[in-house]
């Protein structure tokens, strides 16, 4: 891994005993090219039979940087003080927060579901109004140098992101616990192993996303592949077609033909 890679993980189908059990493959990949880094993107997929954190530990053992990934708790071991060779820097990915607020702003899905189009919550359309003009910064600085990225956040998308949070959290006040916002709420701006700081590292390094979304493609293809195959045979399939998907994938973001 890089100084600053992104982590992603997907469900597949292991052949067991009696049936099949979820197992898991996991991907890790580099990709400088939104900040005008000089390495070639890269991804590489691991198997293994469950979500244990035990996985991403082994995965990256010996490795310390800046990782792009959800709230999933199996990472949380990385970021440890007395980790060694010393604690990896977590950035979370703002994707995943929006898309909270957006199901209960979602008018159109409202709709197809039969449900009134008025039926959305207000404070749940305003949030995603504001992660918006967020994205849409990210939007003009991507592919841009991380000195000019930073210069921009720090300009432009701090303001924003310091008067969402602040809004953010009046909001909360007035909401009980189990109101579905509060908890879109509780999941962008609770304390908890730092996640705030996570969601807001962009704003201090001009290298990281916003998003995870580099590692989300990189696993896309295998939510197709799940439509066209039953499942891993054994555990030593599943490190097969891992080793076959490093393959493909990183050839494929390096625009070469894998097929050919």
Known sequence: MPEKGAVDDTTVPLLARGGSKTARLWTYVRDDRPFDGGAPPAAFFKFSRDRQMIH????????????????????????????????????LCWSH????FFELADIAGNVRDGKPAHDISPIALEAVKR????????REINGKD?????AARQERSRPLVEGLRSWLIGERGKLSKHNGVAKA????????????AAFTAFLDDGRICLTNNAADRAIRGIALGRKSWLFAGSERGGDRAAFMYTLIVTATMNDVDPQA
């Open 56 to 91: 991403p530990n082994n995965h990256l053992t010996g490795w310390q940087g800046i990782l792009q990934s959800d709230v999933y708790g199996g990472y949380n071991d990385l970021y440890l003080s007395d980790r060694s060779p010393g604690p990896v820097r977590s950035a």
């Open 97 to 100: 927060a929006r898309r909270k």
């Open 131 to 138: 992660i918006d003009a967020i994205f849409d910064i990210e």
């Open 146 to 150: 991380a000195g000019t990225r930073l």
């Open 185 to 196: 709420i509780d999941y962008f701006t609770t304390p908890k192993h730092g996640r705030w």
